[in-house]
DNA sequence: ATTAGTATTAGTAATTATTACTGTTTATAT
DNA sequence: ATATAAACAGTAATAATTACTAATACTAAT
């Protein structure tokens, strides 16, 4: 993968925020430093940045977002403002137990708690 | 909600099967029975169906699926053969503990394990 | 049974998120 | 410096879903 300006602007925006931005976030900002970026940059730039495990995607309903932090943790999505915030679970040994019992080879846990932020009391 | 043939057509077809099936899927069953049902009904009869909280939707990526187990439970995503599979994890006292921690308050919890299944040793 | 009111429909257009195509630009190894 | 191909901007295409509209069909009241 070769050095590209805007692939190194996009990554850094991705690590800039805690707010796991969409593509079209990624695309608002980029357009700053770089105005004639495409949107089919960033979109392809992300699935780059993502297939070489630089970032990680998550999917909110039909919308992926990004994050830089591919530490295993888990999300809460607020329905009444849209915000996605990392939370730790404990996952103990699921892997293991899943294959024991179903053998099916768990590759991903992804694990989203629905609901009411602390902002909204 | 007034009755329609073609909506308890299409909760019929949602409740015949264990694949959570999607909008497209429920769509090509439903035309054998109504062949000019419009895939605009289907959409819109699955929406009505889940906010009435007679079937459930899941998000499979960007693809919803529609299933008419409304217990709590989980699924096993095969990334092979696409296939989704339930699964009854133990949650716990999640709820309270995200409440307690976090201050936020879970209405849904929704966890995929993504993987192999078991067709594919 | 007929009528009136409106929820629902089929058909189609529009929207949203994302991917594909194409001719040009640019990083980088020689 | 030059060659090569990766990456780009711009645009078109696709997939999933939602919105619009005139016609149809439930259903409650006459
Ligand atoms: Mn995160
Ligand atoms: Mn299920
Ligand atoms: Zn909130
Ligand atoms: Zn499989």
Redesign the pocket.
Known sequence: ???????ETIREIVFSTNSHP???WVYARAKKA?P??????V???L?QLTDQGIIRVIHDG???RYDWNKEPHDHMKCTTCGSMVDIKLPNGNLKNMVKNQHNFEVSDVEITLIGKCNKHD
């Open positions: 993968m070769r050095y590209s300006h805007q692939r969409s593509a079209d770089i004639n970026i495409s949107l089919g940059t979109y392809r730039n699935k039909s919308l992926a």
